[in-house]
C-alpha cells in the first residue's frame, strides 16, 4: 500500500524567509503531483513532476523529484503573505492512476 | 472551457430530505471523480467514473448515489445523510492517463466544491 508523508504539518514563516516541505512516499513511482488549497476552496493544481530529478518553478514556488529516495520537495523562496494555504503532495504508483494524497503542509505566512 | 464547475455552492439538507450535488466539465476529459475533505484533512476519494462507467466505488455507503449521465456530467444523489457526512464535496475531472514524453500522468482538476452541511 502506498503511503505518502508529508512534513511538516504546519508552518509558520516570516515574509522574506525561505522554507522547504517535503514530501516522502514509499512505493516507486514516478508521478507527483502539488496542489494549494486556499481555506474553504478547491485545489489548484501547481506543478506535475513525471521523472527523476525533475524540478519545475512557478514564481517563488519550485518543486523537485527525486525517485531514488522517493522524496519531493516544494521549496519557497522568499515567502509573502500571498503563499498562506494548504499545500497537498499526492503521488501514483504503477498502474494506478489514482492519487493518494499527504496529510497536507499548511502554511502561514507572517508580514 | 478549462474549469470544473459545481453546483449548488453550499447545500445545508436534514437528515430525511434528498439532494443532489451536481459537477460539469467541457474539458473533453473521460475520467470524473467524487471527493470528500473534511476540514483540515487531505480529500478522501470516493468513486470515479471512467467513460461514464463506474470504476471505483471505495466502499462508499448506500446512502450516497453517483450518476453520470454523460461524458460532462457527474451528479451525486444524497439520501437519508448523517451529520458526519457533513464535508466539502469536490469533483474532479482529468483525461485517462496520458502520455508525455516523460511518461504517463493523470493530472486531474478539481470543481470548486459543495460545502455540505447536515443538520
Known amino acids: 500500500e502506498l503511503k505518502v508523508e508529508q512534513n511538516p504539518l504546519f508552518l509558520s514563516m516570516q515574509e522574506g524567509k525561505n522554507y522547504t516541505i517535503y514530501c516522502n512516499y514509499s512505493?516507486?513511482?514516478?508521478?507527483l503531483y502539488w496542489y494549494r488549497q486556499d481555506p474553504g476552496k478547491s485545489l489548484e493544481s501547481l506543478f506535475v513532476?513525471?521523472?527523476?530529478?525533475a524540478v519545475k518553478q512557478e514564481g517563488r514556488l519550485m518543486a523537485s523529484l527525486d525517485t531514488k529516495a522517493r522524496l519531493s520537495t516544494l521549496h519557497i523562496t522568499a515567502a509573502v503573505h500571498d503563499l498562506s494555504a494548504t499545500y497537498f503532495c499526492?503521488?501514483?504508483?504503477?498502474?494506478?492512476?489514482?492519487?493518494?494524497f499527504g496529510r497536507g503542509t499548511s502554511l502561514i505566512v507572517h508580514p | 472551457d478549462t474549469e470544473v464547475t459545481q453546483t449548488p455552492k453550499h447545500l445545508v439538507m436534514g437528515m430525511t430530505n434528498k439532494k443532489s450535488l451536481k459537477c460539469e466539465q467541457h474539458m473533453g476529459h473521460r475520467a470524473m471523480y467524487w471527493y470528500k475533505q473534511k476540514a483540515k484533512k487531505p480529500p478522501e476519494l470516493m468513486f470515479v467514473y471512467s467513460y461514464e462507467k463506474l470504476s471505483i466505488n471505495e466502499s462508499v455507503p448506500s446512502r450516497f448515489s453517483p450518476e453520470c449521465p454523460n461524458s460532462s456530467l457527474l451528479n451525486l444523489h444524497l439520501h437519508a445523510l448523517q451529520p458526519e457526512d457533513s464535508a466539502l464535496y469536490l469533483c474532479?475531472?482529468?483525461?485517462?492517463?496520458?502520455?508525455?514524453?516523460?511518461?504517463?500522468?493523470?493530472?486531474?482538476?478539481f470543481g470548486p466544491g459543495t460545502r455540505l452541511t447536515v443538520l
Open positions: 499526492a503521488v501514483e504508483s504503477g498502474g494506478s492512476y489514482i492519487p493518494t
Open positions: 474532479a475531472s482529468s483525461h485517462e492517463p496520458r502520455t508525455s514524453g516523460r511518461g504517463s500522468y493523470n493530472e486531474q482538476f
Open positions: 512505493t516507486t513511482s514516478d508521478r
Open positions: 513532476l513525471l521523472s527523476n530529478g
